[in-house]
């Protein structure tokens, strides 16, 4: 069983990932589809013994080989259209969160908020308690609240990152001199654990993400605690 849940996405936490794991179903069904027919005229020729020595075109099964083809494509490529547009697009955010990558760490920026920034660093294995996971956990987590729009502005402070949650479906990269937004909406309170995805230098998987999702009223409570610190 544990074989099989690593070959899975991740449980979703957000909408996003939720039409994700949607269309990668959608996806997989219509290739089982594809590799039971295929799978079956192939072994269908080996074992039967029809044979046409002058038969040298059928123009109605050409006709089907080429339409069906196209019409499997376009039932994959109109919701995959549909998804890309909803991933783009950014709507009326309750709260916009910078994120920073450096060699090798996350910085945070609140800029709704006065005063609130910080570093987030990997916790080492030295310092690690019973309830962390190794490799993963962080002494400082993004801190949001869920229900609620969230708008993500990545960039970079030296090369390129990526900062990537998986199940929240949101992979941005950060780049160097740009700006990058992207947004999700958390669908339950948690742990969300991320890594960057772009191969940024020697320690590149050892800068992860933890987004902690609250409710709203202990998002104020949290707020009012950082300005005043």
């Given at each position: 069983m544990a074989t099989w849940?690593?070959?899975?996405?991740?449980?979703?936490?957000?909408?996003?990932?939720?039409?994700?794991?949607?269309?990668?179903?959608?996806?997989?069904?219509?290739l089982i589809i594809?590799?039971?027919?295929?799978?079956?005229i192939m072994v269908t020729l080996f074992f039967n013994k029809l044979t046409h020595r002058f038969l040298l075109e059928g123009q109605i099964i050409e006709i089907i080989w080429t339409i069906m083809p196209a019409v499997t494509l376009v039932f994959i490529a109109l919701p995959s259209l549909r998804l890309i547009y909803i991933l783009d697009e950014v709507y009326e955010p309750v709260i916009s969160v910078k994120a920073i990558g450096h060699q090798w760490y996350w910085s945070y920026e609140y800029s709704d908020?006065?005063?609130?920034?910080?570093?987030?660093?990997?916790?080492?294995?030295?310092?690690?308690e019973t309830f962390n996971f190794?490799?993963?956990?962080?002494?400082?987590?993004?801190?949001?609240?869920?229900?609620?729009?969230?708008?993500?502005?990545?960039t970079a402070a030296d090369v390129i990152?990526?900062?990537?949650?998986?199940?929240?479906?949101?992979?941005?990269?950060?780049?160097?001199?740009?700006?990058?937004?992207a947004s999700f909406v958390l669908s339950r309170p948690g742990l969300f654990f991320g890594q960057?995805?772009?191969?940024?230098?020697?320690?590149?998987?050892?800068?992860p993400i933890v987004v902690e999702s609250i409710s709203p009223k202990y998002f104020v409570n949290w707020v009012s605690k950082m300005i005043s610190e």
């Amino acid at each position: 069983m544990a074989t099989w849940k690593t070959l899975l996405l991740q449980d979703s936490a957000s909408p996003l990932m939720e039409q994700l794991s949607f269309f990668h179903d959608h996806a997989l069904m219509i290739l089982i589809i594809i590799t039971v027919l295929v799978g079956q005229i192939m072994v269908t020729l080996f074992f039967n013994k029809l044979t046409h020595r002058f038969l040298l075109e059928g123009q109605i099964i050409e006709i089907i080989w080429t339409i069906m083809p196209a019409v499997t494509l376009v039932f994959i490529a109109l919701p995959s259209l549909r998804l890309i547009y909803i991933l783009d697009e950014v709507y009326e955010p309750v709260i916009s969160v910078k994120a920073i990558g450096h060699q090798w760490y996350w910085s945070y920026e609140y800029s709704d908020f006065k005063n609130i920034e910080f570093d987030s660093y990997m916790v080492p294995t030295n310092d690690l308690e019973t309830f962390n996971f190794r490799l993963l956990d962080v002494d400082n987590r993004m801190v949001v609240p869920f229900e609620s729009q969230i708008r993500i502005i990545v960039t970079a402070a030296d090369v390129i990152h990526s900062w990537t949650v998986p199940s929240l479906g949101v992979k941005i990269d950060a780049t160097p001199g740009r700006l990058n937004q992207a947004s999700f909406v958390l669908s339950r309170p948690g742990l969300f654990f991320g890594q960057c995805s772009e191969i940024c230098g020697a320690n590149h998987s050892f800068m992860p993400i933890v987004v902690e999702s609250i409710s709203p009223k202990y998002f104020v409570n949290w707020v009012s605690k950082m300005i005043s610190e």
